[in-house]
């Protein structure tokens, strides 16, 4: 089942962004320069990278040993994303705080030394992406995937992230995540057509499988700390999350209009989660944890079809470009010194590997 309306105005109203934006405003950045280059003497020949290129859009530097495809497909996704995302929320026009520079890895091999640390310092292996923000400089760090669409998705989702927490740097972790999810599965079209709410294979088979964490344990600080010991439930935690978004974004029928922007508005005013959760979703959570149960279940969840605002031309149209030696030994070492380690699983959330392709609207699960 897909809803289509042609006024883009009712996704502002609808969208979960509406809320996080009236919160504050987020900017993403023309980049005068890569902030990983190194002064060189007048004397030294520059030397060319063999595998490392780069590409320079309007708002992103996209650079990496992938193919030059990859790059190039990346960067011309992120510039349709920001740029339908700017056309419904004027405040991503504004200038920069910092600029945007994106790694894509040609190999989860090449990636593994770049990948988050656990508590006790070892490599999170099932980092997809991670985005790293800093005074200086933005990171969203991947590697390609063997399916482009997964390198697309797990770009978007960063990508995403950047744009909540510019907005709402408090946001709780399950919306934080939800949000993430139901935007990274956006698909533009060049040709003008925008469709929100694919649904995300592992996400939906594991929620297929019934509803595990309590919506009361999802939406408070002292159950998500419980969460985040076991993986099982790290995983469920991200699907569960995604499907919240999911319901109250497109699946209520109406019944739940507001609610998630009253659920933002009662955090800003300092109530807990768990007291904003019942505020804004209702008192007793059990009624909102079956009807989640119910929606997820459909043989087929609904999508959201609008018409792409007018671009104004940014998407690339050339080629990446080798890069200086010099400069790929730079951004290595930046990234080496930047990459995060999560200290604390009670108050850190480790950044999960992104599950398989979204299906297509028409797909079904036994």
């Known amino acids: 089942m897909t809803s289509r309306r042609s ?30 280059e190194t002064p060189r003497s007048a004397s030294a020949a520059p ?24 790059l190039r497909d990346t960067t011309i996704q992120l510039e349709m994303f920001r740029d339908t995302v700017s056309q419904l929320f004027p405040a991503l026009r504004e200038p920069p705080p910092r600029p945007t520079t994106v790694v894509v890895f040609r ?6 030394e770049f990948k988050p640390r656990d508590p006790r310092g070892r490599v999170m292996d099932t980092v997809a992406g991670y985005l790293t923000t800093h005074p ?38 399950w919306l934080d995540e939800g949000l993430a999810d139901f935007y990274s599965t956006i698909l533009i079209d060049p040709n003008g057509s925008v469709r ?18 309590p ?10 700390t419980t969460i985040f010991g076991d993986m099982r439930q790290q995983l469920t935690f991200y699907a569960q999350s995604w499907g919240l978004v ?15 922007e009253a659920y933002l508005r009662a955090i800003e005013a300092g109530q807990s989660l768990a007291d904003a959760g019942r505020h804004a979703f209702g008192g007793d959570l059990r009624q909102l944890h079956i009807e989640l149960a119910t929606y997820m279940r459909r043989p087929i969840l609904p999508t959201q079809s609008l018409t792409r605002p007018s671009t104004d031309g940014s998407v690339v149209g050339h080629r990446p470009v080798p890069m200086l030696e010099a400069d790929v030994q730079a951004l290595r070492a930046s990234l080496l010194s930047r990459v995060p380690v999560f200290r604390d699983a009670g108050t850190d959330l480790p950044p999960i590997a992104v599950e398989p392709r979204p299906l297509p609207p028409s797909a079904r699960l036994p």
């Open 7 to 36: 006024d883009t105005r009712w996704l502002v109203w609808r969208g979960a962004f509406l809320a996080l934006f009236a919160l504050g405003s987020v900017t993403a950045s023309p980049l005068a320069q890569t902030p990983f």
């Open 47 to 70: 030397r060319a990278s063999r595998d490392w290129k780069q590409l320079q859009s309007t708002h992103f530097v996209v650079v990496g040993n992938s193919t030059e495809g990859v």
């Open 107 to 112: 190999n989860d091999a090449s990636f593994h």
């Open 136 to 173: 200086d400089a933005n990171y969203i760090v991947l590697a390609a995937r063997t399916n482009p669409t997964q390198t697309v998705r797990v770009v978007l989702h960063e990508f995403a992230h950047y744009l909540i927490h510019g907005a709402a740097p408090e946001v709780p972790r």
């Open 196 to 213: 929100l709410g694919d649904p995300i294979r592992g996400h939906l088979a594991r929620l297929r499988g019934g509803l595990i964490i």
């Open 215 to 224: 919506l009361d344990q999802l939406l408070s600080a002292p159950g998500q």
């Open 246 to 260: 999911h319901y109250l974004t497109l699946g209520h029928a109406g019944r739940r209009d507001g609610q998630m």
